[in-house]
């Protein structure tokens, strides 16, 4: 999309395939974390969340996966749909910050027929 | 229910020009919350407020300035524009409890000549 990085990541998946996005965080006091996706000529919408507490939560064809010892989180997409492209992006909730978010660059998730 | 609402959707300015970005929501959010977007970069966080009369800065405050004079508003100020503003400013609501994801507003494409 025209309001999103010319030089991001970019994940290629065949229709129906599995996709898994990746995001590496460097805040060990980082407690809550969210997956957005964000299409063309639109906002962040929200996908998933998961709390430090959890290590995976599932969603609708969504899973996130959270590993706190590497700090990374992943985001799984079952199934892949056209619709599914788009840019995500992951953010983290310092603690002590109530809901300030710090995001990630994005990936660009574009899905091939 | 309208959400997170943008106004103007596109604007262009000469250097030294001042305007406003309107942000409005309709979902009682204490939480409100200015970001600008630009290529190869994650969204970075300009100002923030956790409530009616209280704002405060984030990673890249200066030449903006805000107020937060309601629940439901929270305009954003550009007080002499340079080309460096040049981005796209996403607005953002979410309720003031920790980890609460924000919903974000389409977005204002701001072009500084």
């Known amino acids: 999309g025209e309001s999103v990085g010319l030089h991001l990541p970019t994940l290629s998946v065949q229709e129906g395939d599995n996709s898994i996005i990746n995001c590496a965080y460097s805040?060990?006091?980082?407690?809550?974390f969210i997956w957005y996706k964000q299409e063309s000529g639109k906002g962040p919408q929200f996908i998933i969340d998961?709390?430090?507490?959890?290590d995976k939560r599932q969603g609708q064809r969504v899973t996130v996966l959270l590993n706190k010892t590497v700090k990374h989180l992943s985001l799984q997409i079952a199934a892949t749909q056209p619709g599914d492209s788009a840019v995500y992006f992951c953010?983290?909730?310092?603690?002590?910050?109530?809901?300030?978010?710090?995001f990630g660059t994005g990936t660009r998730l574009q899905v091939t027929l | 229910n309208a959400g997170v609402t943008q106004t103007p959707k596109f604007q262009v300015l000469k250097t030294g020009q001042s305007m406003t970005l309107q942000c409005a929501q309709d979902?009682?959010?204490?939480?409100m919350s200015w970001y600008r977007q630009d290529p190869g970069m994650g969204l970075r966080l300009i100002h923030y407020?956790?409530?009616?009369?209280?704002?405060d800065q984030g990673e890249v405050p200066n030449g903006y300035n805000v107020s937060r004079s309601t629940t439901e508003d929270f305009p954003l100020r550009l007080l002499s524009a340079a080309p460096s503003q040049t981005s796209v400013y996403f607005c953002?609501?979410?309720?003031?409890?920790?980890?609460?994801?924000?919903?974000f507003g389409q977005g204002t494409r701001l072009t500084v000549v």
């Open positions: 805040n060990s006091a980082s407690d809550y």
């Open positions: 953010a983290e909730k310092d603690t002590g910050t109530a809901s300030k978010l710090t």
């Open positions: 998961i709390r430090s507490n959890m």
């Open positions: 979902m009682n959010h204490e939480y």
């Open positions: 407020s956790v409530g009616a009369g209280i704002t």
């Open positions: 953002a609501s979410s309720r003031a409890n920790p980890g609460v994801a924000a919903f």
